[in-house]
Nanobody
Framework: QVQLVESGGGLVQAGDSLRLSCAAS????????MGWFRQAPGKERMFVAA?????????YYGDSVKGRFTISRDNAKNTVFLQMNSLKVEDTAVYYC?????????????????????WGQGTQVTVSS
């Protein structure tokens, strides 16, 4: 079992930056593909970013965040990060961290919520105009 705890959310203005963190329990963090999703009120959960296991040399990003958000990981700290720059009002949502447990090859399959087995409780990001 893996527990994920997100932090770093808050209220910011458009154009500002935030860095979200997701701390994972367990000794197998380095072997897990990690992802970030977000969900705005009344909308489906949407893919934000994913990072490959181990060194995290491969990443995927949702179209709406490419060039503004960066996902990274620190395996020594069992933590995955989401650096969010040039925030927009439409980035307002609850952001969720997710981890896989199936050890498949890192493909765009991991842009889907169904690819993940563990989820955090979420952290609210609100961007005002």
């Amino acid at each position: 079992q893996v527990q994920l705890v997100e932090s770093g959310g808050g209220l910011v203005q458009a154009g500002d930056s935030l860095r979200l963190s997701c701390a994972a329990s367990g000794r197998t963090f380095a072997n897990r593909i990690m992802g970030w999703f977000r969900q705005a009120p009344g909308k489906e959960r949407m893919f934000v970013a994913a990072i490959s296991r181990s060194s995290g040399g491969s990443t995927y990003y949702g179209d709406s965040v490419k060039g503004r958000f960066t996902i990274s990981r620190d395996n020594a700290k069992n933590t995955v990060f989401l650096q969010m720059n040039s925030l927009k009002v439409e980035d307002t949502a609850v952001y969720y961290c997710a981890a896989d447990a199936r050890y498949y090859e890192f493909t765009d399959h991991y842009t889907r919520p169904s690819a993940y087995d563990y989820w955090g409780q979420g952290t609210q990001v609100t961007v005002s105009s």
